[in-house]
């Protein structure tokens, strides 16, 4: 085979699985960010209850503080009790000993209902807080493996590298400017074989003349449909 020829085989063929190592990278990382996701929701919904305790709290003081003063409105009426002089004014002041001991029951009745909230949205805190543990073990076990099977696409990526400089440094400039022109539109299909008298670019037959020209290998010949360079493979070095 034409060493110019052979030269691009083998810079197709790094240049092609170069650009499958950020794909398998992405694969990767991919494993990890739903657990991530999952992770995230807890946190928001761990927040959301924290806020929604917090505002349970600020009205039980609300009511306690109203508790409070309707306990002072009760001693004040008590004692106005020794002052009054007449049935009106008795009958007045129990008027307002009766509401004020009806608030009395109200907010300590609020208070109780407020209670039963807090301790129910407790216990779902805890709950959330395990699972979140739960999710940070599987996330810490997933980094692990992750970090280990990109490490390993790395140092293939970099073998691959290696060998890609070290074809370049004797590589034919001319060459080379011919094959990235070919790769900016064919990818990583730049140099593809021929297959049963097809090129396996445009998956177009060739006529005999070009096809007989390719198993020659003596030159380097261009699909004559889609301008990419076809090489006949050769069966041990598919192996
Ligand atoms: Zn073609």
């Known amino acids: 085979m034409n060493k110019y020829l052979q030269d691009l085989v083998k810079l197709s063929k790094y240049d092609s699985s170069i650009s499958m190592f950020e794909p398998k990278i992405e694969n ?7 657990f991530i996701e999952v992770a995230e929701a807890i946190k928001t919904s761990i927040n959301d209850t924290y806020a929604h305790i917090d505002d349970v709290k600020s009205k039980r003081t609300k009511n306690n503080i109203h508790l409070a003063e309707l306990k002072t409105k009760l001693d004040d009426i008590s004692r ?5 002089t007449n049935e009106k004014e008795v009958k ?3 008027l307002e000993e009766e509401i004020a001991k009806e608030q009395i029951t109200f907010a300590n009745e609020e208070i109780e209902r407020l209670d039963e909230i807090a301790a129910a ?14 999710e940070e073990e599987s996330i810490k076990e997933i980094q692990i493996a992750v970090d280990n099977a990109i490490d390993e696409i790395n140092q293939e990526r970099n073998v691959v590298y290696q060998q890609r400089s070290e074809l370049l440094e004797k590589f034919d400039n001319k060459i080379l400017t011919f094959y990235e022109k070919i790769r900016r539109w064919a990818k990583d299909s730049a140099v ?3 297959v049963d008298q ?3 670019g445009c998956f177009m ?8 020209e390719v198993i020659k290998s003596e030159e380097i010949i261009n699909c004559p449909h ?12 598919e192996a």
């Open 28 to 34: 990767e990382k991919a494993k990890l960010s739903t």
């Open 205 to 212: 037959k060739i006529n005999d003349k070009t096809y007989s």
């Open 121 to 134: 949205k407790e216990e779902e805190l805890k709950e959330l807080q395990a699972k979140l543990t739960e």
């Open 192 to 194: 593809v074989p021929v």
């Open 80 to 84: 106005k009790h020794n002052e009054v």
């Open 92 to 94: 007045a002041l129990q």
């Open 226 to 237: 889609c301008g990419r360079i076809l090489y006949k493979e050769v069966e041990t070095e």
């Open 198 to 200: 097809a090129c396996y």
